[in-house]
């Protein structure tokens, strides 16, 4: 099994950076540099993603193996970052490594993305099981489509989707086992019965206007999460790291001085 590429830099508080589903590290370009001033970076491709293998072939896919596959790579006394499907990854880690994952900041995730029984703020699973198919057939057109997703509600959305098309086509074709195994982690994942295991402290940063994660289940989230605080951010959609910089940085600030 191969490990994930993790790149590092800067000295200070070791802070981990976990991207969301068809990204790469690369997406953090935006605010590396200034992060890098005050922390030891280290921006992790996930498993299947990046430069990162995807060695799902022995192995359930689950986010507890993507977990331990980036757990095998992280320094001890981690501040963990992580955005969407990264944010599942990272209360995943908090759950499994309460002594090395010391503080998070969980960025427009969510504990589930699909509906279920009980659970009514996420999407259908038959759209993200039609999304899947439509991914196989015509890959440049779908990622597209979820890229516009990803910035809508924002201000600035042609400026942000400009960012975004050029930092996800940077590295050029994504694996495509790579990207549907991710999307069955996201079709499979639910947390919910275990968030209040969770007693790291913990910054929720949302926007309130994410179409991917919604509002309402970063709410919850607060509410069950032992030691948490939440930050709605306004005219903001599902990717407040490019939209909102300044105040994504601020808070991760605040939680590495809590």
């Given at each position: 099994m191969g490990k994930v590429h993790v790149e590092t830099l800067g000295e200070g508080p070791n802070l981990v950076l976990l991207h969301g589903w068809a990204m790469h590290s690369g997406i953090w370009s935006s605010v590396r540099n200034r992060l890098a001033q005050y922390f030891r970076l280290h921006l992790v491709d996930l498993p299947g993603h990046g430069l990162s293998p995807a060695p799902w072939i022995n192995?359930?896919?689950?986010?507890?193996n993507m977990s331990e596959m980036v757990r095998e790579s992280l320094p001890a006394n981690s501040i963990i970052c992580g955005w969407s499907l990264g944010g599942q990854v990272a209360m995943e880690l908090a759950l499994d490594e309460p002594e090395q994952i010391k503080k998070?900041?969980?960025v427009s995730t969510t504990p589930s993305f699909i509906q279920r029984e009980d659970w009514i703020w996420a999407m259908e699973a038959a759209t993200l099981k039609l999304f899947m198919r439509n991914l196989k057939r015509d890959y440049v057109s779908t990622l597209n489509r979820f890229l516009t997703l990803q910035v809508s509600g924002d201000i600035n959305t042609l400026v942000l989707l400009r960012q975004l098309r050029d930092n996800v086509f940077r590295e050029g074709k994504l694996d495509e086992v790579g990207l549907q195994t991710g999307m069955q982690i996201l079709l499979t994942t639910d947390i919910r019965e275990r968030i209040k295991r969770i007693n790291q402290p913990v910054i929720l940063l949302h926007g309130e206007n994410d179409v991917i994660a919604h509002p309402n289940a970063a709410r919850w989230l607060h509410e069950n999460l032992q030691n948490?605080?939440?930050?709605?951010?306004p005219h903001c959609g599902h990717t407040p790291f490019l939209s909102h910089a300044d105040q994504f940085i601020a808070n991760i600030f605040r939680v590495a001085h809590r």
């Open positions: 192995m359930p896919v689950t986010l507890k998070l900041v969980l948490s605080e939440l930050v709605m951010l």
